[in-house]
Every structure is written in C-alpha cells, then in structure tokens.
T-cell receptor
Framework: DVKVTQSSRYLVKRTGEKVFLECVQD?????MFWYRQDPGLGLRLIYF???????EKGDIPEGYSVSREKKERFSLILESASTNQTSMYLC????????????FGPGTRLLVL | AQSVTQLGSHVSVSEGALVLLRCNYS??????LFWYVQYPNQGLQLLLK??????LVKGINGFEAEFKKSETSFHLTKPSAHMSDAAEYFC?????????????FGKGTHLIIQP
C-alpha cells in the first residue's frame, strides 16, 4: 500500500513564526502536492512538484513556499504565519500523469494564534 | 480553467435508501474525473475514477458513477446506504493534457445516514 505520512497531526504556532510542514511518501512517486482544506471551500491546491527541485504554483500560493530536495519528501513552508493560514493541510502524491490516483496523507491541522 | 460544482453541502438519507451525490464540472479539454471520500480526522481516499473507456465506473464500497459528457456530470450513487457511509465526499477534475498538475475539487458534500 502507498503510504503518505505528514510530520504532525496538530500544530499550534504564533503569528509571524516560520512553519515547516513535512510530507514523506514511500512509493517512489514523481508528483507531490500540497492542498489546504477549509470548511465550505473544499480542497485548494497550494503548490505541486513533478520532480526533485522542481515546483509549480497552484491556485493559492501566496504566503507559502515549498522545497523538494529528495524525491520522497515535500515540505511546505509558511515564511511568516498569519491567522488566515489556520487550516487543515493535506499532502498527496501520484505516479505519472493526471489520470493517476493521488494518495493523501492524514493531514496536519494548523492553528495560528 | 476547470471547475467543479457539487449540489448540496449536506445530503441526508435513511439507512437502506438510495444515495445520490451530484457533481457537475466544466473543463476546456476532456477531463479525468474522481470521487474521493474523507472519514472524520482522516485524509482522502479514492472511491472511483473515470479516465477513458466505459462511462459507468464502479468503485469501492458499492459506489458507482456515470460520466455523462452531454450533461457535464459525474454523479455518485449507491443503491443502499449503510451507516458506515457517513462521511464527506469530494468530486474532483483534472486535465487530460498529459501533465500532472493537480486536482480541482468541489466544495464537498457531507453525507448523513439516518437510522
């Protein structure tokens, strides 16, 4: 089974802090994605990566950056956390093109005070 | 640009009744279509997907969906609801253009099963 793990289930940070969310997949997938999930808005794509050191902006990249130094690991960085970044963050990975299934991690619920 | 509309943020059915969750999409190219389910405090799990071929797609847990190009729809059905089906359901679309650039999700439908 594909396994996508996220470093924390729950995280509490203060406004202005730098926040790192880590995601690791164990199936040698080329593609990795970061989404945020908010009630009534569904999931929205923040950033994705189709190869090591490659990154592409999604629909809502403002306030975020990403890093992919190794194929299995994809990090989401909040340079200066703000309260409007309080959300559930979901990482996913997939093999190949868009027809492939995306496999999701359990999510990190981030609260910014 | 793609978009997905899920009709009804909450749908309530009785146990044993038909489940129908509606999804309409817009896409400038032939789409790939997905239904995911999210149980409380968990990530998303694929129920089924349509890429090419047969337009009636069967998934896990007795769910199925039919791709209707003329109606730009991909509604999810299950003949008989079970209490364990209570969850959040998301319809999603992706571009069939050959790359891998993420999914566009609907806002989700919370399925409630009445005993």
């Amino acid at each position: 089974d594909v396994k996508v793990t996220q470093s924390s289930r729950y995280l509490v940070k203060r406004t202005g802090e730098k926040v790192f969310l880590e995601c690791v997949q164990d199936m040698d997938h080329e593609n990795m994605f970061w989404y945020r999930q908010d009630p009534g808005l569904g999931l929205r794509l923040i950033y994705f990566s189709y190869d090591v050191k490659m990154k592409e902006k999604g629909d809502i990249p403002e306030g975020y950056s990403v890093s992919r130094e190794k194929k299995e690991r994809f990090s989401l960085i909040l340079e200066s956390a703000s309260t409007n970044q309080t959300s559930m963050y979901l990482c996913a990975s997939s093999l190949g093109t868009n027809q492939e299934t995306q496999y999701f991690g359990p999510g990190t619920r981030l609260l910014v005070l | 640009a793609q978009s997905v509309t899920q009709l009804g943020s909450h749908v309530s059915v009785s146990e044993g009744a038909l489940v129908l969750l509606r999804c309409n999409y817009s896409s400038s190219v032939p789409p790939y279509l997905f239904w995911y389910v999210q149980y409380p405090n968990q990530g998303l799990q694929l129920l089924l997907k349509y890429t090419t071929g047969a337009t009636l797609v069967k998934g896990i847990n007795g769910f199925e969906a039919e791709f209707k190009k003329s109606e730009t729809s991909f509604h999810l059905t299950k003949p008989s609801a079970h209490m364990s089906d209570a969850a959040e359901y998301f319809c999603a679309v992706s571009d069939s253009g050959g790359g891998a650039d993420g999914l566009t999700f609907g806002k989700g439908t919370h399925l409630i099963i009445q005993p």
